[in-house]
């Protein structure tokens, strides 16, 4: 063996001592933080004496250096045990920190401890006590509720997010809350799933988009063959049996796949109906792409009712759209109807499907309107927060918000949701929802 070799293996195993050394110090750093956050910062055997030894040291710092230091700093550990304790080890921090402040007025003998100094300790605890009942209810500590509404938020903000689609497909959407707030009771769930038109008729469908579709009344067509056909989902054992193979690029297959939105509306507004809005969300997302697309409406409906709550109903949008021929279907709970841009033509018109509001009926039958998108064609989907206002009749809020699709959309669609809803509806007490669908 040759002093070269022997250097680089000492060489290889002094760096390996170092990869051990360095690993075994970065997992006692993880058991540190993780013993900090599961045991000591969530447990008032260990909280409880540090605070009361920091209000201690509050109250030898006020004795020891009077001009500096003033009785009225216990308030914060107080306000950090309202943030990390329960009730119990709130109540006897407060009690600390009581014999501390008679302590501190007992040795300053005539100066005492002024009564603002006194009212800011008592009036951060009774805040703090008040908040912490609230919490009691909810059966969590500190701030552990906030973490869970967070959680929730994003898991509300995941159900939304579109699949990756086609190239030539494309969707923006915009949600605001009435006030500004983080939670809203209209919510878009989406699903990239395999077909959900009749197997037999796509091959027509798709010679109907790309030779017919200049011929006037080519979408009704389309729509009667749709009426005389079962969907592939409830005939079919194998659904996957019509997708085709992925092919070696990174692009998604287009063909066999179906798009599936769904716009609901809350009854309510801002954070009253958030947390309706998150149940549903959860709910109504483990049925989409789930179940046939013709029974989504009927099955969140059925789940509704049995929810029996005093305001209990929502409206609803279900949109299928048939990536391979850009034939979509599209059913309606009570939602207002949804706007189409033809690009032969450059205008927008609306479609509507009649459907009772979800909630209210216990056997509700929700019938489709149907068409078919060619390139350069776009859906708008939207809540009544855009278009109602008080006073105000619908149709106008219709025309609204088309003319402002009209100008606002003409540079192109990317971004568009939100331009739309700072046009034509930017404060409004009301929750706001808009998507907007096109293919290129």
């Not at 209810?137 to 552990?144: E, N, S």
């Not at 979800?358 to 309107?369: H, K, M, N, Q, S």
């Not at 219709?398 to 192109?412: F, I, K, M, P, Y």
Request: glycine letters at 12%.
């Amino acid at each position: 063996m040759t002093a070269d070799s022997g250097n680089g293996q000492s060489g290889r195993r002094t760096a390996t001592k170092r990869r051990r050394r360095f690993a075994g110090g970065r997992l006692a750093e993880g058991r540190t933080g993780r013993w900090l956050t599961d045991h000591a910062m969530a447990s008032d055997l260990y909280l409880l004496p540090a605070l009361g030894m920091v209000a201690v040291g509050f109250g030898m710092l006020t004795v020891a250096f009077p001009e500096a230091w003033t009785p009225a700093m216990l308030a914060l550990p107080v306000l950090a045990g309202g943030l990390l304790m329960k009730l119990r080890g709130q109540l006897l921090l407060l009690v600390i920190c009581i014999a501390v402040l008679m302590a501190v007025s007992w040795h300053r003998e005539r100066a005492g401890v002024a009564f603002g100094s006194a009212l800011a300790v008592f009036a951060t605890a009774a805040l703090v006590i008040l908040t912490s009942r609230s919490r009691l209810r909810l059966g969590v500590q500190g701030t552990r509720g906030e973490a869970m509404l967070l959680d929730l938020r994003e898991r509300l903000r995941a159900q939304g997010l579109v699949p990756r689609l086609p190239a030539d497909w494309h969707v923006d959407m915009a949600i605001r809350s009435a006030g500004g707030q983080s939670f809203a009771g209209d919510f878009l769930i989406a699903a990239l799933s395999h077909p959900a038109f009749p197997a037999q008729r796509r091959p027509e469908l798709a010679a109907t988009a790309i030779g017919t579709s200049s011929m006037p009344g080519a979408s009704g067509a389309a729509s009667q063959i749709a009426g005389s056909a079962q969907t592939a989902v409830a005939s079919d054992p194998d659904p996957g049996s019509h997708a085709a193979p992925a092919p070696d690029s990174d692009e998604p297959p287009t063909q066999g796949q179906t798009l599936e939105l769904g716009l609901v509306d809350v009854s309510g507004k801002g954070l009253a109906a958030g947390t309706r809005a998150l149940l549903l969300s959860g709910a109504f997302g483990g049925l989409l792409g789930t179940v046939p697309s013709r029974d989504f409406l009927a099955a969140a409906n059925k789940y509704l009712l049995r929810q029996d709550w005093d305001e209990g109903f929502a409206t609803a949008v279900h949109l299928v759209v048939e990536l391979e021929t850009g034939h979509y279907r599209f059913h309606s709970a009570g939602h207002p109807p949804i706007a189409r841009l033809t690009a032969k033509t450059g205008r927008w018109s609306t479609e509507e499907a009649e459907g009772p509001l979800l909630g209210i009926l216990d056997d509700a039958e929700f019938p489709a309107t149907e068409g078919c998108l060619d390139r350069g064609d776009a859906l708008l989907l939207f809540t009544d927060g855009l278009v109602e206002r008080p006073g105000r009749d619908l149709d106008e809020g219709l025309d609204r918000l088309l003319g402002a699709a009209e100008t606002r959309l003409t540079t192109g669609f990317t971004g568009g949701a939100d331009r739309l809803i700072n046009e034509v509806a930017p404060n409004v007490k009301d929750d706001r929802a808009l998507v907007v669908v096109w293919r290129t």
